[in-house]
């Protein structure tokens, strides 16, 4: 017979699995929020470093001019730093819209090489046709330069087109970065950006296509990059003071 005194003793495994699985379900739910902390500073982290240290490319814009000198429909001729020379476009406002639609964004431009694919010769704009001519051999362009007839469209050549950038209103290509690193070391604190000049249809003659590098070297009348071309001052090698 028990004595009054007596007391029941809890056992051991009473409450210990209930705590247990408390304290596991716990810790899962700490591991979770960390492990989404680790995700989204991770992704954080991967931004930032993007931001900070960007890949490094071997391209870079080049300023040409201002959109408001570009009039809806018109192409100017300018020379890279390497003297190639490029129509830069400015469609007109349908097809702005059409391309990008709503335009403003760049869309609206287009830098195209001046050199023709197909033998050289140098191709000139024509509003009145919407179009890219080479007198040479009759080639046609559109607007994009995409040969639409004549030898070029044949061999499938189109003009060699460079990336366009509309940033408020000012118009920047795209260029290889050791183009402009060369011309920047060359020049220096006298870079300038490029004079455009109205593309004539009497640049472009049938001797382009005979001689288009010596037509090149002939043009005196063409800056690059702001830089006139000119008859260089004869240098006085004879040590004797000019009065």
Do not use: K
């Amino acid at each position: 017979m028990s004595s009054p005194h007596d007391t029941t003793t809890e056992r051991p495994n009473d409450r210990p699995p209930e705590r247990s699985g408390r304290n596991r379900r716990e810790l899962l739910a700490w591991g979770a929020v960390a492990a989404g902390l680790a995700a989204s500073y991770g992704t954080l982290a991967a931004f930032v470093g993007r931001f900070l240290y960007p890949e490094p490319t071997d391209r870079s814009w080049f300023f040409v001019a201002r959109t408001s000198e570009l009039q809806p429909g018109e192409a100017r001729l300018f020379r890279t730093p390497r003297g190639e020379p490029v129509n830069v476009t400015r469609r007109g406002v349908a097809a702005a819209a059409a391309a990008s639609g709503e335009g403003g964004d760049g869309s609206d431009f287009a830098a195209l090489s001046s050199t023709c694919p197909h033998l050289g010769c140098q191709v000139h704009w024509e509003a009145h046709n919407n179009r890219f001519f080479c007198p040479c051999h009759n080639g046609v362009f559109d607007p994009d330069g995409v040969a639409t007839a004549g030898p070029p469209a044949e061999a499938g050549q189109s003009l060699l087109r460079y990336p366009v950038r509309d940033d408020r209103g000012m118009l920047f290509i795209q260029l290889p970065r050791e183009e402009l690193a060369a011309f920047s070391a060359l020049h220096g604190a006298s870079l300038r950006r490029p004079r455009l000049e109205p593309m004539q249809a009497s640049q472009a003659t049938a001797g382009a296509c005979l001689a288009p590098a010596a037509q090149t070297r002939a043009e005196t009348s063409t800056t690059r990059l702001g830089r006139p071309s000119g008859r260089p001052r004869a240098a006085n090698l004879s040590g004797t003071r000019r009065a």
